[in-house]
């Protein structure tokens, strides 16, 4: 177990943001020995989503995406109790949507959005995987333990850049989302064996030009940049 890490229970995982990302963990969370996982998110299925969005078809078109996730799920994964909630996150649902839940998963690609969720988590204590993508290039964080509650400030700070709002979420390949929604999940399944899932570790992939950058948190100043082939240095 990881210095700073405490037994708890983590049978019941929310996860917030049933897009890209969310689409590709829910899959992976459903072969994890969890009990309960609540879907959250706000939109309805457009045709646009149906590349990188693999849970959803046509037929699935103006429905809930949080309906029709869980509705896949519960054929794929009978044995976990699936829950939804249709509704975006803000700062006044996200303690309520989060409370009672031993995990949290943030799906949301949202920059205002994982900083709500994470100060959220930070303050319930709730154990919190965050992963995003932008391009061809994911983040994923996992804030728990000790220095989750005793960080000062939170990892997402500072305003969203013009860069990212003028990311268009349709140029990102499903095979971006599925690769952020499986390293996060590797750490989950580490939280539930009773690791640290890698907390206060940032990994930054970028997928297109093979570099992996593992930044040992805001305060530390330290980082490590571990290629994905330790020969390859472009």
């Known amino acids: 177990m990881g210095q700073g890490t405490e037994n708890v229970t983590r049978g019941r995982v929310a996860v917030i943001g049933a897009g890209g990302t969310g689409c590709?963990?829910?899959?992976?969370?459903g072969g994890l020995p969890l009990t309960a996982i609540t879907v959250i998110d706000g939109d309805t299925v457009e045709e646009k989503n149906l590349p990188r969005q693999l849970l959803y078809t046509m037929a699935d078109v103006g429905?809930?995406?949080?309906?029709?996730?869980?509705?896949?799920?519960r054929m794929m994964a009978a044995g976990v109790t699936w829950?939804?909630?249709h509704c975006f996150v803000d700062a006044a649902n996200c303690a309520a949507?989060?409370?009672g839940c031993d995990l949290v998963a943030d799906c949301t690609d949202d920059l205002a959005a994982r900083a709500l969720i994470e100060r959220t988590c930070r303050a319930l204590g709730v154990p919190l995987v965050s992963g995003a993508v932008h391009g061809h290039q994911v983040q994923v964080i996992t804030c728990y333990g000790m220095v989750h509650r005793?960080?000062?400030g939170?990892?997402?700070?500072?305003?969203?850049t013009e860069e990212q709002l003028g990311c268009?979420?349709?140029?990102?390949?499903?095979?971006?989302?599925?690769?952020?929604?499986?390293l996060m999940a590797l750490r989950i399944a580490d939280l539930l064996k009773g690791g640290d899932g890698l907390a206060g570790v940032m990994d930054l992939v970028d997928s297109q030009h093979g570099r992996w950058m593992r930044i040992m948190g805001p305060e530390a100043g330290e980082f490590m940049d571990t290629p994905i082939d330790p020969q390859h240095y472009a």
């Open 24 to 29: 590709g963990l829910l899959p992976l969370l």
């Open 63 to 73: 429905h809930p995406k949080v309906e029709v996730a869980a509705g896949r799920m």
């Open 83 to 85: 829950r939804t909630e």
């Open 97 to 99: 949507l989060i409370t």
């Open 150 to 152: 005793e960080r000062r």
């Open 154 to 160: 939170t990892f997402f700070q500072g305003r969203v």
């Open 168 to 182: 268009d979420m349709r140029d990102v390949p499903a095979a971006v989302t599925t690769l952020a929604a499986s």
